[in-house]
């Protein structure tokens, strides 16, 4: 769950939809504010401002001005709407006007989520949280939280609590994938100015444990001996 | 001029964009393949990406991925195109780093503007 100092505005006239998109996305860490009417639109504050997110039948010409300038200040406005509001036309005339992106009102909450934190992490950097995949798909960890997962039977399943120190080296190992890196290199990357303290013997623990943790995708992390550790998905 | 990263592997679509972008202000700087758009990106100059999630050598979501994790280009705006609908795709395609999801095919007038949105909100 991300938690953070951004709220979601949200305003819509259909009671359902408030009710379900406000429990998932409370649930997800986003605190969410409604809006009650197009009119309180122009009071919006604007300084490190969460999404606000429209429903399309409430806007009124009017309110494209006021979208202009939350798009000005780097609110991002998301409108959404039904298939009536859905056109490629009416997508052009939204984003032209100033908003950011339109959604079907039926999108997919998980896919609501991804996109409001792409958002966030435009306006909080200090957010930016970047999942790193293997290549194949099968195990992910979250370069910020200390999280892994891997794919069991097409889903995707939290990993055994990862160390620090294991977490570190899945990341090195995700974001090089099908390359030989060499143990004094993971030492540098890993230990930084006190690698040379560190004892080789102590690379190898965390790895055999970090295979351990990943269970059947721990193969994907392959000795070179003598000289560091590959991570492929290759049979 | 903005300089817009453009990689895919389909020449006829990536033509076509690189036309429409530049009739739309942008310089494009095509790519056939991901190898050849991050080498071209290490060179620097692009100032935003759109890259397409299927391409051979280096997929989109491995570039992307390339991108969020390199310090001289995390801010890259990416925009990726695919012709994946489903939802964990685009979800990973986020989680990756993208910005912005366009299925294929796509309508070249939604393009654009949200290349601009994207503009506005990360330039």
């Not at chain 1, 951004?6 to 359902?16: I, V």
């Not at chain 1, 030492?187 to 006190?194: F, G, P, S, V, Y």
């Not at chain 1, 080789?200 to 943790?213: D, F, G, I, P």
């Not at chain 2, 280096?58 to 969020?68: A, F, K, P, V």
């Amino acid at each position: 769950m991300t938690t953070h100092s951004l709220s979601l505005r949200l305003m819509t006239g259909d009671p359902h939809l408030r009710a379900r998109w406000n429990r998932w996305l409370t649930a997800q860490g986003w605190s969410v504010v409604d809006v009650p009417a197009s009119g309180v639109l122009a009071s919006l504050p604007r300084t490190r401002a969460g999404p606000v997110l429209l429903d399309a039948s409430l806007l009124k010409a009017a309110d494209m001005t006021v979208v202009r300038e939350l798009s000005a200040s780097k609110v991002p406005v998301i409108i959404f709407g039904d298939g009536t509001h859905a056109t490629n036309e009416s997508v052009v005339r939204w984003l032209h006007e100033g908003a950011d992106d339109f959604i079907p009102a039926a999108i997919q909450e998980k896919l609501l989520v991804a996109k409001l934190e792409a958002y966030a992490r435009r306006i909080l950097p200090e957010l930016d949280r970047t999942v790193l995949f293997s290549r194949r798909r099968e195990v992910k960890a979250d370069s910020k939280r200390g999280l892994a997962w891997t794919k069991k039977r097409g889903h995707w399943q939290l990993t055994e609590p990862l160390t620090d120190t294991e977490h570190r080296i899945l990341c090195l190992f995700l974001s090089l994938p099908e390359t030989l890196l060499e143990r004094e290199y993971i030492l540098q990357r890993i230990w930084a100015e006190k690698s040379a303290e560190v004892f080789e013997a102590t690379l190898t623990q965390h790895v055999m444990s970090l295979r351990k943790k990943l269970e059947t995708h721990g193969e994907a992390i392959r000795t070179v001996y003598g000289r560091g550790y590959i991570f492929s998905e290759e049979s | 001029m903005r300089k817009i990263l453009v990689a895919e592997d389909d020449k006829d679509l990536r033509d076509m964009l690189a036309t429409f972008l530049k009739a739309q202000g942008y310089e494009p700087v095509p790519c056939a393949d991901g190898a050849q758009a991050w080498a071209r990106l290490c060179s620097g100059g692009a100032e935003m990406a759109i890259l397409d999630v299927n391409m051979p050598r280096m997929t989109g979501l491995e570039l992307c991925q390339r991108i969020r994790t390199d310090p001289a280009l995390r801010e890259l705006p990416v925009l990726m195109l695919t012709v994946k609908k489903e939802v964990e795709d685009q979800i990973e395609g986020y989680e990756t780093g993208a910005d912005d999801y366009l299925s294929k095919p796509f309508d070249f007038p939604v393009l654009i503007e949200r290349v601009r949105a994207l503009e506005r909100r990360a330039l």
